[in-house]
């Protein structure tokens, strides 16, 4: 009993626990400061954002115009670049023009080169002959040489043919070469050029000093070539005015 005593007077009597009173706001109040939080944040909000730009004060027809403005540089930049580009295709392809010029002139200047050697061999060779006094009468040849083509059955020959004696006249004749070839057990003569198929003007000659000539003619496959005789027909009437055979092994 004592205890259920003790607990009435804890709760109902002088030594019982204290109570709060607090003030309560009018609900419109209440709106009004949550209204006023809102337009703060709201400014707060406003600020962090034109911060970020580095645009204070900025208004929406300033940010319009700069932005017009960013795109104008923009398309000018990119017809410099589209002028750039093509610049340097027209460059690259004058440079290549060039290349192909210096290539041409490279190959003309060498093929003069060699021109110029065989006409100082051919000078060497008639004022050596000139000077001799040894020049023989009638149509002499010299450097005769006649050589292989090592990946087909094409034959390179070249001759320096001369005129010896008073020269009163150019000689005007043909240059023919008979080729004495083995196909199996068969032995041919093969005549180049060949007459039955030849122009009239295949192997003309045509000089009063000397005369330059080059050419080549080609055997049948799996003929054995074993010896060409080179021959100078005078026109009109085609005697033999030079005869030369070159043996091969």
């Known amino acids: 009993m004592r205890g259920i005593g003790r607990r009435l007077r804890s709760s109902f009597g002088i030594g019982s626990s204290r109570m709060a009173i607090r003030s ?31 645009l204070p004060g900025a208004s ?8 017009a403005t960013l795109g104008e540089e923009n398309a000018t930049l990119k017809r410099q670049l589209e002028e750039a580009r093509g610049t340097l295709v027209e460059r690259d392809r004058q440079l290549q023009v060039e290349k192909a010029a210096q290539g041409e002139l490279a190959r003309t200047v060498a093929q003069l080169q060699d021109e110029n050697a065989g006409l100082k061999d051919d000078l060497g060779f008639l004022r050596k002959m000139m000077s001799s006094g ?16 090592p990946a ?48 009239p003007s295949a192997g ?30 005078a026109l009109p009437g085609g005697q033999v005015k030079l005869s030369r055979t070159v043996n091969f092994p």
């Open 60 to 67: 929406v027809d300033e940010l319009k115009g700069r932005a």
């Open 204 to 233: 003309a000659l045509d000089f009063r000093f000397y005369q330059k000539v080059e050419g080549r003619f080609t055997l049948p496959d799996g003929a054995d070539l074993k010896s060409v005789e080179v021959r100078v027909l």
């Open 24 to 54: 309560q706001l009018a609900w419109h109040w209440r709106w009004l400061l949550n209204l006023l939080m809102m337009a703060a944040a709201g400014g707060v909000v406003w600020l962090v954002v034109q911060g970020s730009y580095g």
């Open 152 to 199: 087909s059955n094409v034959f390179h020959y070249h001759m320096l043919l001369t005129q010896g004696g008073q020269r009163k006249q150019d000689f005007k004749g043909r240059l023919q070469l008979v080729a004495h070839v083995v196909q199996g057990t068969t032995q041919n003569a093969l005549t180049f050029p060949d007459p039955s198929v030849a122009a």
């Open 134 to 149: 040894a020049t023989p009468e009638g149509i002499g040849v010299s450097d005769l040489k006649i050589d292989r083509d």
